[in-house]
Structures are given as structure tokens and as C-alpha cells.
T-cell receptor, first 114, second 116 residues
Framework: AQSVTQLGSHVSVSEGALVLLRCNYS??????LFWYVQYPNQGLQLLLK??????LVKGINGFEAEFKKSETSFHLTKPSAHMSDAAEYFC????????????FGTGTRLQVTL | DTAVSQTPKYLVTQMGNDKSIKCEQN?????MYWYKQDSKKFLKIMFS???????INETVPNRFSPKSPDKAHLNLHINSLELGDSAVYFC???????????????FGSGTRLTVV
């Protein structure tokens, strides 16, 4: 069984500051890892994903994440926060072997202040 | 052109009623899904269909019945609605079951179901 833990249900940063959203996973098989963003009353938009290859993954809107197998982590970062980054962020894992579904973390709400 | 579209966007109905939510994708994907997001924003898989065949049914009450008439459509019918069914239901699609395509798993904008 797989699971995802997102530390911090609510993260607040100042505009221009570093964004760090934490994600740790548990999986008995090699995982595929995803970050999605959800703006209020909207669907989920893919930010980035790790499947194979380079462990540092760059996504849209200046976000990136690094897959660290030894730490079972896939933290999301952005060097400089914008007001428009305020949203709910979800980390998700799937089983690289059989997949067929995403197992989501509980989400982190990012607040960006002036 | 919307990639994964769901109708209706909002649905308010009384307990005991039967309702359907429709989903269509124009991405040419062969796998479609239903996810449920509860009031605490937790997302959980309900069903997965690959080439119109059910491959995941995640302990969902049998009041929920998905139907995939073709690879581009996955509808969700709910019988005898209960208060606890109130949630946002998301349809998603992917090419193959692994989600390794460029868009990963592509989600619709959701259907907010309120049972009163």
C-alpha cells in the first residue's frame, strides 16, 4: 500500500520568499510522484511529475521538485513566491509497476503575503 | 477546447434521488477515472477504466455505478443519494494506466454535489 504525507496543512510565505512544500511517501515498489495545484473552485492542474530519469524535475510556473529515494521525499520548491501562487498543493504517488490510480496527500494550502 | 469536461458543474438534490454526472475527454486517452474530494479536500480514487473496462473499484458503495460507453466518456450514476455523498467529484484521464504521458493524469474542473 502507498501513502503520502504532506507536512504542514498551511504554509505562509512573503512575496519573493522561497516556497518549500514538503512531501514524503511510502511505497513498497518504485513510485511515480506528482505535484498538482488546485486554485479555488477549480480542478487540479499538473505542476510536475517524476517517473524515471533525472531526479530533479522542473515544472510549470517556476516550480521544481527533487526525488530523493534515500529520504523517500519529493519536496516542491520555488525560489520566489508570487501572489498568484496562493492555492492548494497536492502531492501524489502511484505505483510504477501497475499504477492505475493516484494516492494523494492531504494537501498544503499556500498563502502568499505582501 | 476543454480537455476533460464534466457536466453539470453544480448539482443540488434531495436525499433519496438518483443523479448522473457526465465526463468527456478529447485527449485521445484510453484510461479514465473518478475521484472524490471531501469537505476537507482529501482526494480519493473511486473508479478506473482502461479501454472501457473497469480496472479499479475502490470499495465504493454499489449505489455508485460508472459507465463507459466508449474510451472518451465515463459517466457516474448515483442511486439513492445520501447526505454523505456531498462532495466534489473529479473526472480524470491518462494515456495508459501509468500516467507517464506528458500531461500525467489530466483532471476535469469537478462537479460539486450537494445533497440536502
Amino acid at each position: 500500500a502507498q501513502s503520502v504525507t504532506q507536512l504542514g496543512s498551511h504554509v505562509s510565505v512573503s512575496e519573493g520568499a522561497l516556497v518549500l512544500l514538503r512531501c514524503n511517501y511510502s511505497s513498497s515498489v518504485p513510485p511515480y510522484l506528482f505535484w498538482y495545484v488546485q486554485y479555488p473552485n477549480q480542478g487540479l492542474q499538473l505542476l510536475l511529475k517524476y517517473t524515471t530519469g533525472a531526479t530533479l524535475v522542473k515544472g510549470i510556473n517556476g516550480f521544481e521538485a527533487e526525488f530523493k529515494k534515500s529520504e523517500t521525499s519529493f519536496h516542491l520548491t520555488k525560489p520566489s513566491a508570487h501572489m498568484s501562487d496562493a492555492a492548494e498543493y497536492f502531492c501524489a504517488v502511484s505505483d510504477a509497476g501497475t499504477a492505475s490510480k493516484l494516492t494523494f496527500g492531504t494537501g498544503t494550502r499556500l498563502q502568499v503575503t505582501l | 477546447d476543454t480537455a476533460v469536461s464534466q457536466t453539470p458543474k453544480y448539482l443540488v438534490t434531495q436525499m433519496g434521488n438518483d443523479k448522473s454526472i457526465k465526463c468527456e475527454q478529447n485527449l485521445g486517452h484510453d484510461t479514465m477515472y473518478w475521484y472524490k474530494q471531501d469537505s476537507k479536500k482529501f482526494l480519493k480514487i473511486m473508479f478506473s477504466y482502461n479501454n472501457k473496462e473497469l480496472i479499479i473499484n475502490e470499495t465504493v458503495p454499489n449505489r455508485f455505478s460508472p459507465k463507459s460507453p466508449d474510451k472518451a466518456h465515463l459517466n457516474l450514476h448515483i442511486n439513492s443519494l445520501e447526505l454523505g455523498d456531498s462532495a466534489v467529484y473529479f473526472c480524470a484521464s491518462s494515456q495508459g494506466i501509468l500516467g507517464t504521458g506528458e500531461g500525467g493524469y489530466t483532471f476535469g474542473s469537478g462537479t460539486r454535489l450537494t445533497v440536502v
